[in-house]
């Protein structure tokens, strides 16, 4: 192989003139972690909303909730992207439409929001599984105690499912934060395009995805480390 | 001598039965559950239902809080008609005291928390005056120490004994227990036995499905007999136990005093 490996590339200034290589992996790194944090934001809430709503003793709930997931689940993620990116503005109302495409950062809100959907027909599955890994007799004993079902599901349901699910949440997590490396096919410049950018212009293949790949790999280990922190947090005495 | 247990305040003039059943029936798809249920639970009264497994006890008695719902008949709660769209049922629920085979406390709570979330939730009592009410009943309970504790660090039979204080907190009219004791291992029955007494003792109205026939001797007015479904028998406790009794009754009772 002719290869010339040069580790000092990263020093060297990137033909954008916005500082060097590295500054430009880091930006892509900051995208990385900002959209997979937005788009966490979005699947958590919806995705609980929607977990819930499949518990529910409630047809039109349960119906609705199904439909989410089955719809937002099953279409590659891919496709999803292009159509929050290309179709929807066009199936808009012009005016709507019209503003969606001279949004400043327009391919951040689209990832932000593509992604927290898709993740969030992901987390509902986690939810609706933790739910209804619980005794029967815990919704029963709030019900009984007079809790409407919003506050047994505040108080009582939600807060043990939640402890159960968490490692799966850790893993749906780091899989939506993988994800956000789809976004670069609508232009976010995150941590892959970067790589992928600076591969092109210093045409160091090998150097560009070997940083990228450890950053990637530094911040599952930083997640990982958050999540068994707060499983050590919210543990509950005398269980298990 | 202990305090009492029961600070409800219900009215004391006899205004008609606390629980009165009329001809509840219940399916699951075709599957009839209860065929016909009539009976009443008069204020202060200790009713205890018994009957082989899958008679439809539980059921029964979680028709009576709507925790079952039900397609026929009726079932009036103090004068309130719990099969009824204008029932605020949640605030039904609040009076009526429940106790469940597995406890049911709430696993991430503490024992005090336990004790005041429906006070505070369902009541809006202040923090302070539920905490006050619920360790002054975890004290009548004889586990006063144990407040800060959660219910994973408590074995069976002080949890069931939380969870009566917890049902008991609400300041109940009438309370329901779906065999208390029969999760426990043999040695924790009778703590939980004695507080149980105890409050009907105190005048606690109390239907409870169980099969501590001792309990039914010692506390109980009427004993009512199920098997698939339907009410054989409501008797008072000395015919229960004494001769008049059908058949099925009968074969039951040899059954289960045989151990
Ligand atoms: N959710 C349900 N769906 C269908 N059938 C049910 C359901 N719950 C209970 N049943 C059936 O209804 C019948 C009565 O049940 P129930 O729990 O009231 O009996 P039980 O007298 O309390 O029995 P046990 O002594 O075992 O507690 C049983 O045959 C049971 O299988
Ligand atoms: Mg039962």
């Known amino acids: ?240 | 001598m202990r305090a009492p247990l029961n600070t409800s305040s219900a009215p004391a003039e006899p205004t008609g039965p606390m629980i009165a059943m009329t001809n509840v029936s219940k399916w699951y798809g075709d599957f009839k559950v209860l065929t016909n249920c009539t009976t009443s639970v008069n204020k202060g009264e200790v009713v205890v239902v018994c009957g082989p497994s899958g008679s439809g006890k539980s059921t029964l008695i979680k028709c009576v809080n709507a925790l079952e719902p039900f397609q026929e008949g009726q079932v009036v709660v103090d004068g309130t008609p719990v099969r009824d769209k204008r029932t605020n049922l949640p605030k039904l629920r609040a009076r009526v005291g429940m106790v469940f085979q597995h406890f049911e406390l709430f696993p991430h709570l503490s024992i005090a928390e336990n004790l005041t979330l429906a006070q505070v939730m369902v009541l809006g009592r202040d923090r302070g005056a539920a905490l006050d009410s619920g360790m002054t009943l975890l004290d009548r309970v004889g586990l006063s120490a144990h407040a800060k504790k959660f219910p994973g660090q408590l074995s069976g039979g002080q949890q069931q004994r939380v969870a009566i204080a917890r049902a008991l907190a609400m300041n109940p009219i009438v309370m329901l227990f779906d065999e208390p004791t029969s999760a426990l291992d043999p040695e924790m029955v009778g703590e939980v036995l004695d507080v149980m007494v105890q409050l009907a003792r105190e005048g606690m109205t109390m239907m409870c499905v169980t099969h501590e026939m001792g309990f039914a001797r010692k506390v109980a007015n009427r004993v009512i007999f199920m098997d698939k479904g339907e009410i054989v028998e409501d008797a008072t406790k000395d015919d229960f136990f004494g001769h008049a009794r059908s058949e099925r009754a009968q074969n039951f009772l040899s059954k289960i005093l045989q151990h």
């Open chain 1, 1 to 240: 192989m002719n290869y010339n490996w040069n580790w000092g590339i990263f020093f060297e200034a990137s033909p954008e003139g916005t500082g060097t290589y590295a500054d430009m992996l880091l930006s892509g790194l900051t995208w990385t972690i900002v959209t997979a944090l937005c788009s966490w934001v979005i699947a958590f809430l919806l995705g609980s909303l929607v977990g819930v709503m499949r518990t529910l003793p409630n047809r039109a709930a349960n119906a609705v909730g199904t439909t989410y997931v089955e719809l937002f689940r099953n279409i590659p993620l891919l496709v999803q992207m292009f159509l929050w990116y290309f179709v929807l503005p066009e199936v808009l109302p012009e005016q709507w439409g019209s503003w969606l495409k001279q949004l400043p950062n327009a391919p951040f809100y689209t990832a932000v929001v593509c992604l927290g959907f898709f993740t969030a027909s992901r987390v509902a599955e986690q939810v609706r599984a933790g739910i209804q890994s619980l005794p029967r007799g815990q919704k029963m004993a709030g019900t009984a105690l007079g809790l409407t079902v919003g506050q047994t599901y505040r108080h009582v349901l939600l807060p043990n499912a939640y402890r159960i699910i968490l490692p799966p949440l850790t893993s749906e997590f780091l899989n939506n934060l993988k994800n956000t490396s789809v976004a670069l096919t609508i232009g976010l410049l995150e941590l892959t395009a970067r790589a992928r950018a600076m591969q092109e212009f210093s045409f160091q293949v090998f150097e560009a995805f070997t940083a990228a790949t450890i950053l990637y790999v530094i911040i599952n280990v930083v997640v990982i480390f958050i999540s068994s922190w707060i499983e050590r947090r919210v543990a509950i005495p005398g269980s298990r």
